[in-house]
């Protein structure tokens, strides 16, 4: 076990939004999460659950109607309360992100090669030569090797797959700590987005950054992650080793989502009726208990907090340690 500290530890994170003055919603409600140097985290649960928004919390690119309290360290400096300008700084920088559509990522009116070397000027004060030779060394390394016509293309010329590398080799121009990845493959078909995946491990390896891995997809977790957070309504309920949530999932909301994973029996694991609610203001005791088959009437009352089952793995559920 390693004693450094993470590279990102999320506490308690609380994001509300409000409309004059009223809390219209709070999507995420108490997140905690950590990242540590060189780790691949996963992030996993279905759509609505607050994955996307956590990402924004961290990078510092809320809606202007949302409020995030609670602690976000990285590198061991609390961002959120740390002035626009200088979270600014490490955005495209120290921390880095890739969207799922490549195709709205880029503005469609600059050359490729434009748009990364105003990262570099922004962010490094390269120009010309010095900014061109690391761009091409970039895009090299994601598999682009005629890299003259990369840069000279409108991002409407290249294909999805070659622009989301496109993506990738622009987050990481200048050499961020920490990759963000909100779904980064789910635009792209199955070929290409396994392409793409073992792409960003290869480079992951090679450069020594940590990743934050925003899916749909366990099966994309079980090859990719070393850790994975499970969030459902804006709560982490399950953490732990990749291999060891996939292998024994404890909350029954993994064990859902762990039981539809093609090639898995289907005996003691069930898949998960019912949807996330659509606004998670109102929610009482653990925002699971109506789709869960194992529910007693005390998780209608108590919301429960993350609790070890082991000495590396956590589930916030008051019947987790049974189940
Ligand atoms: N700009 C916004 N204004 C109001 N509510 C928002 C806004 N953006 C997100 N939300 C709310 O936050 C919640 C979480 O959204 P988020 O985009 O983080 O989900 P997600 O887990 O990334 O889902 P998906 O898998 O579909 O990308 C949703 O319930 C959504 O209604
Ligand atoms: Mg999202």
């Known amino acids: 076990m390693t004693t450094a500290p993470a590279l990102l530890q999320v506490r308690d994170l609380q994001i509300e939004f409000t409309d004059r003055g009223r809390v219209t919603n709070r999507p995420v409600r108490g997140v ?9 985290l996963g992030v996993v649960g279905e759509t609505g659950c607050g994955k996307s928004i956590t990402a924004n919390a961290i990078l510092g690119t809320l809606p ?46 600059f050359r490729l090669g434009n748009q990364m070397r105003m990262v570099l000027r922004r962010h490094r004060g390269l120009r010309g030569r010095a900014a061109t030779a690391i761009i091409a060394e970039r895009l090299s390394d994601v598999g682009l090797t005629d890299t003259q016509r990369v840069m000279n293309a409108y991002p409407h010329e290249l294909s999805g797959g070659m622009l989301q590398r496109v993506m ?7 050499e961020p700590r920490l990759l963000i990845l909100d779904e980064p493959t789910t635009a792209l078909d199955v070929t290409v987005a396994r392409q793409i ?6 480079l992951q390896h090679a450069l020594g950054f940590s990743v934050l891995l925003i899916t749909h997809d366990l099966g994309v977790v079980k090859a990719t992650c070393d850790r994975v957070a499970v969030l459902y309504a804006g709560r982490v309920v399950e953490t732990g080793p990749a291999d060891a949530v996939l292998k024994t999932p404890k909350h029954p909301y993994t064990q859902g989502l762990v039981g539809a994973l093609p090639g898995q029996s289907g005996g003691r694991l069930r898949s998960i009726e ?43 559920c008051i019947r987790g340690g049974e189940l």
Not at 287 to 315: G, K, M, N, W
């Open 64 to 109: 202007e109607q949302a409020r995030a309290t609670g602690r976000i360290e990285f590198a061991g400096v609390e961002q959120l309360s740390l002035p626009e300008r200088e979270r600014a700084v490490n955005r495209g920088d120290a921390i880095s992100i890739v969207f799922q559509n490549p195709g709205t990522a880029f503005n469609p009116v």
């Open 32 to 40: 905690q999460l950590e990242i540590g140097s060189r780790e691949v």
């Open 274 to 316: 019912g949807q996330v609610p659509a606004n998670f203001l109102g929610i009482q005791g653990c925002a699971f208990a109506d789709r869960c088959y194992a529910a007693i009437d005390t998780c209608r009352q108590v919301d429960p907090d993350l609790r070890p089952v082991s000495t590396t793995h956590e589930v916030a």
């Open 168 to 174: 990738i080799a622009m987050a990481l121009l200048c």
């Open 197 to 202: 995946l073992l792409l960003i491990l290869r």
